[in-house]
């Protein structure tokens, strides 16, 4: 399995991460324009305040640029596992006119395929989880291939032509699941470069009030919290397992109740 280097850090850690560099670099910057100030009385804050609101504005950009990369991501998730769910209910469905004994191996494997595609991710690390599922799955794909073979060479009709097609797209969905689940995530340089600026900002910011000989406001606090929340959720989304924001498997729990009845 794929995994990014921020993914050691739990998605709480990642938001406390973000909120204690953000407050720590506001903190920072506002001693230092104090400083500044207080030894460098021509520094004027309107040129200050100018480049402020440029890196500000560049964060900001980052922000919704990354943003909309995990958005889509998360939306491509949605349409992937409806789309895997349909094709594995017409694969079952199709698998019924199947000679025997093919036909009642194949359900049995698609049954248990169904179920491995639903796992408890609250139980278990969630990397070991998914290379789990990721292994019975390919070794199920084989089983099913071969069943598919066997019938297509017992009594090669249409009906068993259908139904190579369409286990061939359920195994093509199942990569494209896994890529886009899994391997298709947020580059980590994407990652520094947020921190990075968002630092640079923040320490900015704090220098421009510090430089104003202002007290500090609580909008200060507003702002790392801010930060600190849209970093969480960019985490959030780009984590397809874990986390508050989780694709829904509805499509799949309702497939497995309809072969379970249908087995039975």
């Given at each position: 399995m794929h995994h990014e280097p921020l993914d050691v850090v739990p998605l709480w850690g990642l938001f406390l991460a973000a909120l204690g560099l953000g407050w720590v670099a506001l903190e920072g910057g506002y001693r230092l324009g104090a400083w500044r100030h207080a030894r460098v009385a021509e520094e004027k804050e309107s040129p200050v305040g100018a480049m402020v609101g440029s890196i500000l504005g560049l964060l900001a950009f980052l922000l919704a640029f990354t943003f909309s990369m995990a958005a889509n991501r998360f939306e491509e998730r949605r349409h992937v596992v409806l789309d895997e769910a349909n094709a594995i209910g017409t694969t079952y469905l199709r698998a019924r006119l199947l000679p025997e004994p093919h036909r009642s191996e194949t359900a049995k494997l698609l049954k248990e395929y169904v179920d491995v595609r639903l796992p408890d991710f609250r139980k278990g690390d969630v990397a070991e989880t998914i290379a789990r599922i990721l292994k019975r799955s390919d070794e199920l794909h084989e089983q099913l291939w071969s069943h598919a073979v066997a019938a297509a060479e017992k009594k090669p009709?249409?009906?068993?032509?259908?139904?190579?097609?369409?286990?061939?797209?359920?195994?093509?969905?199942?990569?494209?699941r896994v890529m886009i689940g899994t391997r298709n995530r947020i580059p980590f340089s994407i990652w520094v470069m947020l921190f990075g600026l968002a630092i640079l900002g923040m320490t900015a910011m704090g220098y421009q009030s510090g430089l104003s000989a202002t007290?500090?406001?609580?909008?200060?606090?507003?702002?790392?919290?801010?930060?600190?929340?849209?970093?969480?959720?960019?985490?959030?989304?780009d984590r397809g397992h874990e986390g508050l924001l989780t694709v829904s498997q509805q499509s799949m729990i309702d497939l497995q109740r309809s072969m379970q009845v249908t087995i039975q």
């Amino acid at each position: 399995m794929h995994h990014e280097p921020l993914d050691v850090v739990p998605l709480w850690g990642l938001f406390l991460a973000a909120l204690g560099l953000g407050w720590v670099a506001l903190e920072g910057g506002y001693r230092l324009g104090a400083w500044r100030h207080a030894r460098v009385a021509e520094e004027k804050e309107s040129p200050v305040g100018a480049m402020v609101g440029s890196i500000l504005g560049l964060l900001a950009f980052l922000l919704a640029f990354t943003f909309s990369m995990a958005a889509n991501r998360f939306e491509e998730r949605r349409h992937v596992v409806l789309d895997e769910a349909n094709a594995i209910g017409t694969t079952y469905l199709r698998a019924r006119l199947l000679p025997e004994p093919h036909r009642s191996e194949t359900a049995k494997l698609l049954k248990e395929y169904v179920d491995v595609r639903l796992p408890d991710f609250r139980k278990g690390d969630v990397a070991e989880t998914i290379a789990r599922i990721l292994k019975r799955s390919d070794e199920l794909h084989e089983q099913l291939w071969s069943h598919a073979v066997a019938a297509a060479e017992k009594k090669p009709t249409p009906i068993t032509a259908t139904f190579v097609v369409t286990l061939n797209e359920l195994i093509d969905l199942h990569a494209k699941r896994v890529m886009i689940g899994t391997r298709n995530r947020i580059p980590f340089s994407i990652w520094v470069m947020l921190f990075g600026l968002a630092i640079l900002g923040m320490t900015a910011m704090g220098y421009q009030s510090g430089l104003s000989a202002t007290r500090r406001s609580p909008a200060m606090l507003g702002m790392v919290l801010a930060f600190a929340s849209v970093l969480f959720l960019i985490a959030d989304l780009d984590r397809g397992h874990e986390g508050l924001l989780t694709v829904s498997q509805q499509s799949m729990i309702d497939l497995q109740r309809s072969m379970q009845v249908t087995i039975q």
